[in-house]
């Protein structure tokens, strides 16, 4: 007997420049720039900077066959965002794991990191690095929580501050389908 109950949430590959993973790369970028320069600078990101970088990260490691774009759906509404591409034969890397604000704390990041290791060990990945900033606490303690340890630096990216890797073992099939090549 299946006593689980059903999650409002879907995850599924998407392509990059679709129109619900271009509106949460908006969201994304916005609201981590927007965090930065409040912290930094005491004010919101300039409207034109915001959009050269958005405009300039297209999102294209994500294109397969090396990566992926997992897109996370409440409700069948886009909620949230995984990306996965290869560093090299056996290393993924997660980038751009978001949930839209008003859909946190609904279990969406619980739902993505699986559907993202998932993701990476179709890729042919066996650990899955990532790096995030400081102050963004919550990240952190999702990682964390998902059983991603902090580890040593493996980029010199100008925000990146910690740096968490997760090896990746047989832990069953999260139901996220790869697209063929």
């Known amino acids: 007997m299946n006593t689980r109950t059903p999650t409002p949430w879907t995850v599924a590959p998407e392509p990059f420049d679709s129109p619900a993973a271009a509106a949460l790369w908006r969201a994304y970028y916005t609201e981590v720039s927007d965090r930065w320069y409040r912290l930094h600078r005491g004010h919101d990101t300039d409207p034109a900077e915001l959009e050269r970088e958005i405009a300039t990260d297209t999102g294209a490691e994500f294109a397969p066959p090396a990566g992926v774009l997992l897109i996370a759906r409440y409700d069948g509404e886009p909620g949230g965002m995984a990306g996965v591409r290869l560093r090299d034969?056996?290393?993924?890397?997660?980038?751009?794991?978001?949930?839209?604000?008003?859909?946190?704390?609904?279990?969406?990041?619980?739902?993505?990191?699986?559907?993202?290791?998932?993701?990476?060990?179709?890729?042919?990945?066996?650990?899955?690095?990532?790096?995030?900033?400081?102050?963004?606490?919550?990240?952190?303690?999702?990682?964390?929580?998902?059983?991603?340890?902090?580890?040593?630096?493996?980029?010199?990216?100008?925000?990146?501050?910690?740096?968490?890797?997760?090896?990746?073992?047989?832990?069953?099939?999260?139901?996220?389908?790869?697209?063929?090549?």
């Open 89 to 181: 034969a056996t290393t993924g890397e997660l980038k751009r794991v978001f949930v839209r604000e008003d859909l946190r704390g609904r279990g969406g990041g619980a739902v993505l990191l699986p559907a993202a290791e998932s993701a990476a060990r179709a890729l042919g990945a066996e650990r899955l690095v990532l790096d995030t900033r400081g102050d963004l606490l919550e990240a952190r303690a999702l990682y964390a929580r998902h059983g991603y340890a902090e580890t040593e630096a493996y980029n010199d990216g100008p925000y990146a501050e910690h740096w968490f890797a997760k090896r990746l073992v047989d832990g069953g099939d999260s139901g996220v389908r790869m697209p063929t090549a």
